[in-house]
């Protein structure tokens, strides 16, 4: 397009010269200023996805500012040059009309779902300076204890300041994810990991549903080339899942019953001296324990098994076999491993994680391994605070009766809804919410409810959660295009491997990132933490130019984002010691430690919390689909248009037997509440279980594309008692997010 | 081709609503002592109290429990979003006529920057084959913007500004035809 001759920013033309300012002219002048250039600024940023945890490397392409187009990025570890549906639609959450844009404050007092809340925009600097008022009135008022702070623990610099004014209450969602794994592999193998070496696995166990449409690309390939290298894969499922289309075997289990078919194969691995010698002699604590083993576990026999979870005896004898003798054989715990599902989650993760031992896996070829990453310092090493003030105070969770799952210091969620409500009702009296919705919690009703008794709600949020309806003060925050980090590759890191995640574009609006939150709110609260050695603020670029040139990935961060990738090439070299606590350099088969804390140093046979009766005779599972990320994306454009809604998917046969046609509205019901939604019908599940898709049921009625579609799948879920998770030792805290039974009526 | 109105009308009815999407505070907006049109006379009135219109403009554009009216153009577009095609083709339009709007990172196809744009090709009497382009490429599709401002709002400023847009609107068209 070439120039005008005309400039707008003077009078001519047919208005003539030497006449004053038009009105038009004076507004034009007011919005518009002289172009810097006439042509449009295009430019490829090399960034990282945000939609789930492996952050697959992206590349984007830039027009004036604007993200225009995001593929794989060749070389990457995770993404290996591509990107899943999510990711690919991640424009269609960076430039969601719906997005906030401006921090806003409520002006009617008056709080509920039907009050118009009367949000004005305010500046920031009247946000951060209300909000500190906030909290430093409560916390003097009332302690500590009565701040909750409904976040991920990052970034550091957003910790630094949550632990720099002594929160006692910080949640998140980890104890309806992997929080059991994370107390079961500290004792068991070390740690944590995301690591599975399925290119090389030969045999590859999932408990669980549906790990390679839900859970990541990294997996979903992975699990791909093992079938083609000749991997059996074999898979335990209530429902057939593309993960049993990609296996050689599905099974059609009973839900909540994968923990007796576990058991049951350590008892035939066990007791036919099937495991793998050398490793479970060396590296693990068999040996000392070896008569509690064995006698442990010889009662759960396959065909005890076969009598809870439908899954015959000579399929599980077979398969625990197979299993053993394969020499390279993996069983992944991921979030939908049933790791929190049900009340026995904590106990089948102990027993999925045996079985890696037994297999003798663990940080070998083919298993279950530590990630090799750059050691990237946080911003306490880099900036040393002062000693953090003790978090004092009363956990609104009843989290610390939980002594192995408070360690790990993640949920619970699952618990909330009741310490606000009957263990410590008025306790709670300021809340901030970050990137987290009612929604997320089981049973919302109960959540919402519990908030409205909440003095002070903050959310920063990229969108209008609901959530944002009861808040007093509405922050906007970003999405990962619009901020920068190191991104370790810890799901495929043999070596390590770092990508450059590089804000695509600014961000736009009002918008601000988490950590400019934490120095400003820290800057008015907790000075002395926000400072340099040299009495300086901590600066969020020089402390990402620092991190970088310690963890040898460049000069500063420009330098490692013109490289993009960075990686250190080196051989695996198998761990000879392993970091299990109390394990003494090896591997814990037995953990002492559980024998306290509510737990059980083997894993013993608990059936799942909610079980069918009389009155709730089926089944209720939850599923999270492949397009969509929990609740966060449903107002996603593009993935909106793949499914905008949800239905109770129900096995024909049950529809016949209760008198349900396909398409039928019906009314399903548990011991928590009931949902009303269309019926449809699906042979791909149990003829005893009715599935509800989870994300849907915003009631954000605004939310241009998801408010008021469809229904939430948790209020029918029963919210956690935490005196009920200690009496039926539900040590690691699992959430029991689909632990629910139900009856349905047609109506 | 019937003829546009009065110029000076159609230049103050743009100049005005456009101030009007764009500034929550009508006292912040300059309204020329001889202006007569109904729009002039609401925000005159408005501006004696000024919250009620500030909270009416919170809640029809900026609303964080969600927005009534979007105020940008590629929201309404086939696939709507932030920052699409017409953000783009606007800022080429602007740039064409050396300028570029001074909120560099938000949305170019605001619609109250789109009427400010159109008033001065008007003044500056571009001829009518740009200007009827224009229109049709930026201004016509604000026909559903007006129609939800319509039915949301609550407030006698944002009814007038609905009204206003609807003329605008027609005399495009008429010029248009
Ligand atoms: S798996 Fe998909 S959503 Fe997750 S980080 Fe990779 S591209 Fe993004």
């Given at each position: 397009m070439s120039l005008s001759r005309r400039n707008l920013f003077q009078l001519g033309g047919a208005?003539?010269?030497?006449?004053?300012?038009s009105p038009s002219l004076q507004a034009f002048e007011n919005y518009f200023s002289p172009a810097a250039s006439p042509y449009a600024d295009m430019k490829t940023v090399v960034s990282a996805c945000g939609v789930c945890s492996p952050a697959c490397g992206l590349q984007a392409r830039v027009k004036d500012g604007v993200m225009t187009f995001v593929e794989g990025l060749p070389g990457d570890a995770h993404g290996n040059g591509r990107l899943c549906g999510k990711g690919a639609a991640g424009a269609g959450f960076l430039y969601d009309p719906d997005r906030l844009k401006y921090p806003m404050k409520r002006t009617n007092p008056r709080k509920g779902f039907d009050e118009d809340p009367g949000f004005v925009r305010i500046t920031w600097q009247e946000a951060l300076d209300t909000i500190a008022e906030k909290i430093g009135h409560y916390k003097t008022n009332f302690g500590a204890e009565s701040l909750m702070f409904v976040t991920l623990p990052a970034p550091d610099i957003w910790l630094r300041f949550i632990k720099s004014i002594g929160v006692v209450n910080r949640i998140d969602h980890r104890d309806e994810c992997f929080q059991t794994d994370m107390v079961v592999q500290k004792y068991t193998t070390g740690g944590k990991t995301w690591c599975n070496d399925f290119a090389n696995s030969k045999y590859i166990l999932l408990f669980g549903w549906d790990i390679l449409a839900k859970a990541k690309l990294v997996y979903a390939n992975g699990i791909l080339d093992a079938r083609d290298n000749g991997a059996k894969v074999v898979h335990f499922s209530p429902s057939y899942t593309p993960t049993s289309r990609a296996s050689s075997e599905w099974f059609n289990i009973r839900p909540g019953s994968d923990l007796a078919v576990a058991l049951a194969m350590i008892n035939v691995i066990v007791s036919e001296n099937r495991y793998n010698k050398d490793f479970v002699d060396t590296y693990t604590n068999f040996a000392k324990y070896e008569t509690q083993i064995r006698a442990h576990f010889s009662e759960y026999t396959p065909a005890w098994a076969e009598t809870l979870s439908d899954v015959p005896a000579d399929a599980i004898t077979r398969i625990a076999r197979e299993f053993a003798g394969s020499g390279a054989s993996i069983a992944p715990a991921h979030k939908k491993t049933l790791c929190a599902n049900y009340n026995n989650g904590t106990q089948l993760v102990h027993a999925i994680s045996i079985l890696n031992i037994l297999a003798g896996t663990v940080d070998r070829p083919g298993g279950r391994y530590f990630p090799r990453t750059f050691s990237v310092p946080g911003v306490d090493a880099v900036y040393p605070p002062p000693a953090y003030p003790a978090a004092a105070g009363r956990r609104v969770d009843g989290r610390d009766k939980l002594p192995h799952a408070h360690a790990v210091d993640?949920?619970?969620?699952?618990?909330t809804a009741d310490g606000m409500l009957n263990k410590f009702p008025g306790m709670i009296k300021f809340a901030m919410w970050r990137?987290?919705?009612?929604?997320?919690?089981?049973?919302?009703p109960s959540m919402e409810k519990a908030l409205q008794s909440v003095e002070f709600n903050v959310v920063y949020d990229f969108l209008p959660t609901d959530t944002a309806s009861l808040a007093d003060i509405v922050l906007p925050g970003t999405v990962n295009f619009e901020t920068s980090d190191i991104m370790n590759r810890d799901y495929n890191a043999k070596y390590p491997q770092a990508v450059a995640r590089s804000a695509v574009v600014p961000p736009a609006f009002e918008i601000k990132s988490v950590g400019y939150v934490a120095m400003e709110l820290g800057k008015r609260l907790a000075p002395d933490y926000f400072k340099t050695a040299d009495g300086s603020w901590i600066n969020l670029s020089t402390l990402l130019n620092e991190k970088t040139k310690r963890a040898g990935l460049g000069e500063n961060f420009a330098d490692f984002v013109s490289k993009g990738i960075v990686e250190k090439k080196a051989d695996f070299v198998p761990r000879t010691t392993f970091g299990a606590v109390g394990g003494g350099g090896k591997c814990q088969i037995y953990v002492p430690a559980f024998e306290t804390g509510h737990g059980e140093p083997l894993p013993k046979w608990h059936p799942k919390r909610d079980e069918p009766d009389s009155t709730y005779p089926y089944y209720y599972l939850t599923y999270i689909p492949p397009i969509h990320k929990r609740n966060s994306s449903q107002n996603n454009a593009i993935l909106n248009e793949m499914m905008g809604d949800n239905e109770a998917l129900i096995n024909p046969k049950l529809a016949a037997k209760i008198g349900v046609k396909n398409g039928q509205r019906v009314l399903i019901r548990s011991r928590a509440g009931q949902i009303e939604l269309n019926a449809k019908f699906t042979e791909l599940i149990r003829d005893d279980a009715v599935m509800v898709i989870h994300g849907f049921g915003h009631r954000s009625r605004l939310l241009t594309k998801a408010g008021g579609k469809g229904v939430r799948d948790g209020d029918i879920i029963p919210i956690g008692n935490i005196d009920d998770f200690v009496a039926t030792k539900n040590f690691g805290g699992a959430s029991c997010i689909m632990d629910a039974v139900v009856n349905i009526t047609p109506l | 081709m019937t003829k546009m109105p009065e110029q000076p009308q159609i230049l103050l009815s743009l100049t005005l609503a456009g101030q009007v999407l764009l500034q929550s505070d009508p006292a912040l907006i300059a309204v020329p002592s001889d202006a007569g049109i109904a729009l002039s006379d609401e925000i005159r009135l408005a501006q004696t109290v000024p919250d009620a219109a500030v909270l009416e403009y919170s809640r029809l554009f900026l609303n964080p429990t969600g927005v009534e009216c979007h105020l940008w153009q590629s929201v309404y577009?086939?696939?709507?979003?932030?920052?699409?095609?017409a953000h783009h083709s606007a800022l080429e339009w602007f740039r064409r006529y050396g300028a570029e709007p001074q909120m560099s990172n938000e949305p170019a196809d605001h619609l109250g920057l789109l009427l400010l744009f159109y008033a001065r090709l008007i003044e500056e009497g571009e001829p009518a084959d740009v200007t009827v382009a224009y229109f049709n490429e930026h201004i016509a599709w604000a026909t559903e913007f007006t129609s939800k401002l319509q039915q949301q709002a609550r407030h006698p400023l944002y009814l007038a500004l609905a009204r206003e847009i609807q003329s605008i609107l027609a005399a495009g068209v008429n010029q248009a035809m």
């Amino acid at each position: 397009m070439s120039l005008s001759r005309r400039n707008l920013f003077q009078l001519g033309g047919a208005v003539g010269a030497g006449l004053a300012a038009s009105p038009s002219l004076q507004a034009f002048e007011n919005y518009f200023s002289p172009a810097a250039s006439p042509y449009a600024d295009m430019k490829t940023v090399v960034s990282a996805c945000g939609v789930c945890s492996p952050a697959c490397g992206l590349q984007a392409r830039v027009k004036d500012g604007v993200m225009t187009f995001v593929e794989g990025l060749p070389g990457d570890a995770h993404g290996n040059g591509r990107l899943c549906g999510k990711g690919a639609a991640g424009a269609g959450f960076l430039y969601d009309p719906d997005r906030l844009k401006y921090p806003m404050k409520r002006t009617n007092p008056r709080k509920g779902f039907d009050e118009d809340p009367g949000f004005v925009r305010i500046t920031w600097q009247e946000a951060l300076d209300t909000i500190a008022e906030k909290i430093g009135h409560y916390k003097t008022n009332f302690g500590a204890e009565s701040l909750m702070f409904v976040t991920l623990p990052a970034p550091d610099i957003w910790l630094r300041f949550i632990k720099s004014i002594g929160v006692v209450n910080r949640i998140d969602h980890r104890d309806e994810c992997f929080q059991t794994d994370m107390v079961v592999q500290k004792y068991t193998t070390g740690g944590k990991t995301w690591c599975n070496d399925f290119a090389n696995s030969k045999y590859i166990l999932l408990f669980g549903w549906d790990i390679l449409a839900k859970a990541k690309l990294v997996y979903a390939n992975g699990i791909l080339d093992a079938r083609d290298n000749g991997a059996k894969v074999v898979h335990f499922s209530p429902s057939y899942t593309p993960t049993s289309r990609a296996s050689s075997e599905w099974f059609n289990i009973r839900p909540g019953s994968d923990l007796a078919v576990a058991l049951a194969m350590i008892n035939v691995i066990v007791s036919e001296n099937r495991y793998n010698k050398d490793f479970v002699d060396t590296y693990t604590n068999f040996a000392k324990y070896e008569t509690q083993i064995r006698a442990h576990f010889s009662e759960y026999t396959p065909a005890w098994a076969e009598t809870l979870s439908d899954v015959p005896a000579d399929a599980i004898t077979r398969i625990a076999r197979e299993f053993a003798g394969s020499g390279a054989s993996i069983a992944p715990a991921h979030k939908k491993t049933l790791c929190a599902n049900y009340n026995n989650g904590t106990q089948l993760v102990h027993a999925i994680s045996i079985l890696n031992i037994l297999a003798g896996t663990v940080d070998r070829p083919g298993g279950r391994y530590f990630p090799r990453t750059f050691s990237v310092p946080g911003v306490d090493a880099v900036y040393p605070p002062p000693a953090y003030p003790a978090a004092a105070g009363r956990r609104v969770d009843g989290r610390d009766k939980l002594p192995h799952a408070h360690a790990v210091d993640a949920g619970l969620f699952s618990t909330t809804a009741d310490g606000m409500l009957n263990k410590f009702p008025g306790m709670i009296k300021f809340a901030m919410w970050r990137d987290y919705t009612t929604l997320a919690f089981p049973h919302p009703p109960s959540m919402e409810k519990a908030l409205q008794s909440v003095e002070f709600n903050v959310v920063y949020d990229f969108l209008p959660t609901d959530t944002a309806s009861l808040a007093d003060i509405v922050l906007p925050g970003t999405v990962n295009f619009e901020t920068s980090d190191i991104m370790n590759r810890d799901y495929n890191a043999k070596y390590p491997q770092a990508v450059a995640r590089s804000a695509v574009v600014p961000p736009a609006f009002e918008i601000k990132s988490v950590g400019y939150v934490a120095m400003e709110l820290g800057k008015r609260l907790a000075p002395d933490y926000f400072k340099t050695a040299d009495g300086s603020w901590i600066n969020l670029s020089t402390l990402l130019n620092e991190k970088t040139k310690r963890a040898g990935l460049g000069e500063n961060f420009a330098d490692f984002v013109s490289k993009g990738i960075v990686e250190k090439k080196a051989d695996f070299v198998p761990r000879t010691t392993f970091g299990a606590v109390g394990g003494g350099g090896k591997c814990q088969i037995y953990v002492p430690a559980f024998e306290t804390g509510h737990g059980e140093p083997l894993p013993k046979w608990h059936p799942k919390r909610d079980e069918p009766d009389s009155t709730y005779p089926y089944y209720y599972l939850t599923y999270i689909p492949p397009i969509h990320k929990r609740n966060s994306s449903q107002n996603n454009a593009i993935l909106n248009e793949m499914m905008g809604d949800n239905e109770a998917l129900i096995n024909p046969k049950l529809a016949a037997k209760i008198g349900v046609k396909n398409g039928q509205r019906v009314l399903i019901r548990s011991r928590a509440g009931q949902i009303e939604l269309n019926a449809k019908f699906t042979e791909l599940i149990r003829d005893d279980a009715v599935m509800v898709i989870h994300g849907f049921g915003h009631r954000s009625r605004l939310l241009t594309k998801a408010g008021g579609k469809g229904v939430r799948d948790g209020d029918i879920i029963p919210i956690g008692n935490i005196d009920d998770f200690v009496a039926t030792k539900n040590f690691g805290g699992a959430s029991c997010i689909m632990d629910a039974v139900v009856n349905i009526t047609p109506l | 081709m019937t003829k546009m109105p009065e110029q000076p009308q159609i230049l103050l009815s743009l100049t005005l609503a456009g101030q009007v999407l764009l500034q929550s505070d009508p006292a912040l907006i300059a309204v020329p002592s001889d202006a007569g049109i109904a729009l002039s006379d609401e925000i005159r009135l408005a501006q004696t109290v000024p919250d009620a219109a500030v909270l009416e403009y919170s809640r029809l554009f900026l609303n964080p429990t969600g927005v009534e009216c979007h105020l940008w153009q590629s929201v309404y577009a086939d696939e709507p979003r932030l920052f699409g095609p017409a953000h783009h083709s606007a800022l080429e339009w602007f740039r064409r006529y050396g300028a570029e709007p001074q909120m560099s990172n938000e949305p170019a196809d605001h619609l109250g920057l789109l009427l400010l744009f159109y008033a001065r090709l008007i003044e500056e009497g571009e001829p009518a084959d740009v200007t009827v382009a224009y229109f049709n490429e930026h201004i016509a599709w604000a026909t559903e913007f007006t129609s939800k401002l319509q039915q949301q709002a609550r407030h006698p400023l944002y009814l007038a500004l609905a009204r206003e847009i609807q003329s605008i609107l027609a005399a495009g068209v008429n010029q248009a035809m």
